[in-house]
């Protein structure tokens, strides 16, 4: 990735690999580098320099004219022949 006429590499690492070497991943986070945290190869948060643009989501105002989330109706519940959690217990089995 190129920004600014510099290369930056992005940096993703594992939660166990960030536990053990913290202080150095932190030091690439000070000469301005971003590191992405993976979740068994799922990426959930991202540890930049403080400051840094870009690196949070900005929120906008909703658009003129939407509805209030209070007035859009739910959808109806699911009818499952067994509970959930019987079929997440059977999906952790199945990937052992």
């Known amino acids: ?3 600014r006429d510099y290369c930056l590499v992005m940096i ?4 166990a690999d960030l536990k053990s070497r913290l202080s150095e ?3 690439n986070v000070r000469r301005g580098n971003s590191i992405t945290v993976l979740d068994r190869e799922t990426p959930f948060a991202k540890i ?4 840094e643009k ?5 929120v906008r105002a909703p658009l003129q004219g939407a509805p209030k989330l209070r007035n859009i109706p739910l959808p109806p519940p699911l009818k499952l022949r067994k509970h959930i959690l019987h079929r997440l217990f059977e999906e952790r089995q199945s990937e052992r």
């Open 25 to 27: 991943y932190l030091r």
């Open 48 to 51: 930049g320099p403080y400051g």
């Open 54 to 58: 870009g690196l949070f989501l900005s």
């Open 1 to 3: 990735m190129v920004r």
């Open 12 to 15: 993703h690492v594992r939660i």
